[in-house]
């Protein structure tokens, strides 16, 4: 029978699909799906338990994604294989198995999602238009599941209906184009369900199914498996029901918003993010001042020089390294990005290795720079411990897939690109070729959504993550960062898997 353990009345579903001995276990208060799912309220704990489930490291570890990219370096003391992964190694392992956490916390989420989805019919006492509802977003969920997993790991199993231990022992890998058209598909449907409401209670809402498949069209269009004029006419669809919904850009004429204070956490549920990790003080996230900050305890990734020297001037014009200075710089930079010369925690950082701070638990590294975007959450001296919301999709996202799609298929991509860098303080462009246009756009992304995951998947996608990561020039020459096309397009599929199933097989250049 499958196992579900309820804690506090809010379901926590355990998918059995990790080799840890634990998880054979039996636990006390444990109860068969078909028992708990018998009434609405706990239907609804059922629900929150996929949702929950986004928290989970290998979904929500958005900073790990970045220490992949050019955005950021990983450690390798803390996690090794995603700091062998970003040197370009063959082999990929570690005692922390971030690379297995993609994995399996995804499937964490599919299967709480396939036990609710087997169960929801027999629930008596609720409306069929809460039950659908419901059921589209167990649906919508399990797919975004299906879109990380796609393009982290290529073909993988595609399970839409619980499955037993025994059984997920013998499952094959999908095509990653069946998984694609089921992701595709399942957002379609559910958005025909989902009301357009705005995104302050963290669910999800019609314009974020859509705009999650908006991006998904994107990537296809870019690895010509869909055409430009489809992908474009998937973000209109998504910006269309994101401005009825009340989504906007935040721009600097507001009074208490800007790029900055977006990331706090007094201002989580603003119009800006239309789907969000949320996390609180009592339902915890990942702990960002602790490893990912300046005064990082564990530090899990620091920031890459030439994310930094990548931000312009104020005025528009490209930054010079030899200046050697952070004034007069693209806002974004220091929102994003802990240099010499901020304030933390009542200090100013030197931007050295000890960072002047006397008696912090502060680790140097080989920049000198730290993230700064999710760390605190006020921007002063409130620390994010895991308790600020996390953006899966932001309006401005909408604005710039919309201005990619429309220079591809020549149409006029200046108003969104130039209102997304007006939110930012920079000039208007103009006058560019549709291949000037189209670098402009993408180091617009790179900049506007720095440590938000994105980068990775607009490298592989693009297919720009070889010059973009081999071209890596940093000072210290201990810095060692590789790409090897034909092989890191797709993480190494999780050796703990394939181990436990005969169906299961590497992924290319890991054998």
């Not at 996390?279 to 900050?293: A, I, K, R």
């Not at 081999?470 to 190494?492: H, K």
Request: net charge negative.
């Amino acid at each position: 029978m499958k196992k579900i353990i309820i804690i506090v009345s809010l379901i926590i579903l355990l998918a059995n699909i990790s080799c840890d001995d634990e998880l054979e276990l039996e636990p006390v208060n444990s109860t068969t799906a078909e028992d708990f799912y018998t009434n609405a309220n706990n239907l609804r704990s059922g629900l929150y338990g996929i949702y929950s489930a986004l928290q989970n490291r290998g979904i929500a570890s958005f900073s790990r994604l970045e220490g992949m990219s050019d955005n950021c370096i990983s450690d390798g003391t803390f996690i090794p294989d995603i700091a062998a992964y970003s040197t370009g190694e063959s082999f990929v392992s570690g005692q922390f198995r971030s690379v297995e956490l993609f994995y399996s916390d995804n499937y964490v989420l599919i299967q709480r999602a396939n036990l609710l989805l087997d169960n929801i019919d027999g629930i008596p006492a609720i409306s069929d238009e809460e039950r659908e509802g419901i059921r589209a977003e167990a649906r919508a969920l399990r797919s975004y599941s299906y879109m990380n997993l796609v393009y982290l790991f290529g073909d993988v199993p595609l399970l839409s209906t619980s499955t037993e231990r025994d059984a997920i022992l013998s499952v094959s890998r999908t095509p990653r184009n069946e998984v694609i058209k089921f992701v595709l598909d399942e957002f379609e449907a559910t958005a025909g369900v989902l009301a357009n409401t705005p995104a302050t209670d963290g669910r999800l809402s019609k314009q974020a199914v859509l705009g999650l498949r908006a991006r998904a069209m994107l990537y296809e269009a870019r690895l010509g498996n869909q055409s430009w004029v489809n992908a474009l006419s998937a973000v209109n669809t998504a910006l269309t029901e994101a401005n009825n919904g009340g989504s906007m850009l935040i721009d600097t004429d507001s009074p208490d918003l800007d790029y900055q204070s977006l990331f706090n956490e007094t201002n989580e549920g603003n119009a800006e993010f239309i789907f969000s990790i949320r996390n609180n003080s009592t339902d915890l996230g990942e702990n960002y001042l602790n490893n990912y900050s300046w005064q990082a305890g564990a530090l899990f990734t620091y920031v890459h020089q030439n994310l930094a020297d990548a931000y312009s001037y104020a005025d528009g014009t490209e930054y010079s390294p030899t200046d050697d200075t952070y004034i007069d710089r693209d806002p974004r930079l220091s929102a994003n990005v802990m240099h010499e010369g901020l304030s933390f925690g009542g200090a100013t950082y030197d931007g050295t290795d000890n960072g002047g701070f006397v008696g912090a638990n502060s680790i140097g590294t080989a920049t000198n720079l730290f993230q700064h975007k999710f760390v605190t959450t006020d921007f002063s001296t409130t620390w994010n411990e895991g308790t600020l919301d996390l953006p899966v999709l932001r309006y401005a996202d909408l604005l710039l897939m919309q201005a990619e799609a429309l220079n591809e298929t020549g149409g006029d991509s200046y108003p969104q690109l130039n209102a997304v860098r007006d939110r930012a303080g920079l000039p208007a462009l103009s006058g560019l070729s549709q291949d000037e246009l189209r670098d402009a756009i993408i180091l617009e992304r790179r900049l506007e959504f720095a440590f938000e995951g994105l980068r990775w998947f607009d490298l592989i996608t693009l297919g720009i993550a070889e010059n973009s990561i081999n071209g890596i020039q940093e000072e210290r020459a201990d810095i060692i960062r590789g790409f090897t096309t034909g092989r890191n397009e797709l993480l190494p599929f999780p050796q703990s898997e394939i181990e436990l199933n005969a169906n299961l097989s590497p992924n290319p250049g890991y054998n």
